[in-house]
Antibody
């Protein structure tokens, strides 16, 4: 069965960095676009970034552009999100999700909490 | 890209039907048949309920249906059940080649 397991979340100070990972299993990872989506405490969903199956196409939300970098390693069935210059407003649960068609996500991980606070 | 507009809350009694709206613009909802809907229970990851406006993934009850008219998409839940109480989010593809989510709707089963 499809599984997505995020890791790497935690407490970081403003201006700090963190790298999230998402381990995928149960499907041919290299066939799918993948996304990161976040949810601030008590708030709605916000799309963060997506990467094409080969890694050649990448998009970011304006709120993270220039600070976050998405990447993938198809040999390791893994998706990553490097987050730099973190701000308090980046505090959220970060989900990795498998893309399904256009702007749909059919499988989600359990999420990893990132807290940016001094 | 601004979030799509959803009502903050919708409620209904068991067995009733409710409809959640999702309003965007011609650059997102109105311009593409790529609207999806997600159900999220507290503390859980979202679950895909509808994709491409009106298609249900395998395993989603046919009580859930989607439609679109102009810049507004809708999710209808027929025969409301207690387990349908959750937050619901719409999402649409946009002219920026990126997705945008709705503001979210809390569904309460009375």
């Amino acid at each position: 069965q499809v599984q997505l397991v995020e890791s790497g979340g935690g407490l970081v100070k403003p201006g700090g960095s963190l790298r999230l990972s998402c381990a995928a299993s149960g499907f041919t990872f290299s066939d799918y676009y993948m996304s990161w989506i976040r949810q601030a405490p008590g708030k709605g969903l916000e799309w963060v970034s997506y990467i094409s199956s080969s890694g050649s196409t990448i998009y970011y939300a304006d709120s993270v552009k220039g600070r976050f970098t998405i990447s993938r390693d198809n040999a390791k069935n893994s998706l990553y999100l490097q987050m730099n210059s973190l701000r308090a407003e980046d505090t959220a649960v970060y989900y990795c999700a498998r893309d399904f068609g256009m702007a749909a996500h059919d499988y989600w991980g359990q999420g990893t909490l990132v807290t940016v606070s001094s | 890209q601004s979030a799509l507009t959803q009502p903050a809350s919708v409620s209904g009694s068991p067995g009733q039907s409710i409809t959640i709206s999702c309003t965007g613009t011609s650059s997102d909802v109105g311009g593409y048949n790529y609207v999806s809907w997600y159900q999220q229970h507290p503390g859980k990851a979202p679950k895909l309920m509808i994709y491409e406006v009106s298609n249900r993934p395998s395993g989603v009850p046919d009580r859930f249906s989607g439609s679109k008219s102009g810049n507004t998409a809708s999710l209808t839940i027929s025969g409301l059940q207690a387990e349908d109480e959750a937050d619901y989010y719409c999402s649409s593809y946009t002219s920026s080649s990126t997705p945008v989510f709705g503001t979210g709707t809390k569904v309460t089963v009375l």
